[in-house]
């Protein structure tokens, strides 16, 4: 079946970029995504891809999709230690009816 | 901004006791969904529904029982409590053919049950 894989750790210092990796089995994925996660919280849609687009960037943040090899990365600019959260991978496919398949999140860690 | 809310937030109980987690959102999404989230921090599906009357089982085998009378309202019972039963269960929706036509889920701040 479908799966999605991410590393579970991550630590950068304060000011660094992050760059958190993920890969998925799908290939009829349609969107992929990334969701944040703060202590106690629910999941929070932070950015999304199309699986036609190689690249997305807003503010901060830099999706890159390698389609052929069904990689998706997530860097993080300028990292701040509010962006320490759990950030969870995750895709879909309108074959599917949009289920929603996560990877097991990734952790990050940023010192001051 | 999701409307979707979750109660309780926190609930400790002793094993045995029966516990109903509620979920409701008003943002007339017919898709809404129950994962349990285990201390490793993944997400198990458990339960989802397509609509009113509708309920299918997840991935993940759960003790537990939903129903859907209410497109807005989607609860969660477990009729008789074990301490296996101690995890995070956050609830979502979406709605693939309207805003929402990216397939994102909107989930709730989650309920934290601890039983003893």
């Known amino acids: 079946g479908e799966d999605v894989e991410q590393s579970l750790f991550l630590s950068v210092r304060e000011g660094d970029s992050s760059v958190i990796n993920c890969t998925y089995t799908d290939s009829s994925s349609t969107y992929l995504y990334w969701y944040k996660q703060e202590p106690g919280a629910g999941l929070q849609l932070l950015t999304y891809i199309f699986s036609n687009m190689d690249m997305k960037q807003d503010q901060r943040l830099t999706v890159l999709l390698n389609k052929k090899d069904k990689h998706l990365s997530l860097r993080i600019a300028d990292t701040q230690t509010g962006d320490s959260a759990i950030y969870f991978c995750?895709?879909?496919?309108?074959?599917?009816?949009?289920?929603?398949?996560f990877g097991a999140g990734t952790r990050l860690f940023v010192k001051a | 901004e999701a409307d979707i809310y979750q109660t309780p937030r926190y609930l400790v109980i002793g094993t045995g006791k029966k516990i109903t987690l509620e979920c409701s959102q008003t943002m007339g999404h017919d898709k809404m969904y129950w994962y349990q989230q285990d201390p490793g921090m993944e997400l198990h599906l458990i339960h989802y529904s397509y609509g009113v009357n509708s309920t299918e089982k997840g991935d993940l085998s759960s003790e537990s029982t939903v129903s859907r009378i209410r497109t807005e309202h989607f609860p969660l019972t477990l009729e008789s409590a074990r301490p296996s039963h101690t995890s995070q269960y956050l609830c979502a929706s979406s709605d693939p053919s309207g805003t929402g036509r990216r397939g994102e889920l909107f989930f709730g701040e989650g309920s934290r049950l601890t039983v003893l």
């Open positions: 995750a895709e879909s496919a309108h074959t599917g009816g949009f289920k929603t398949i």
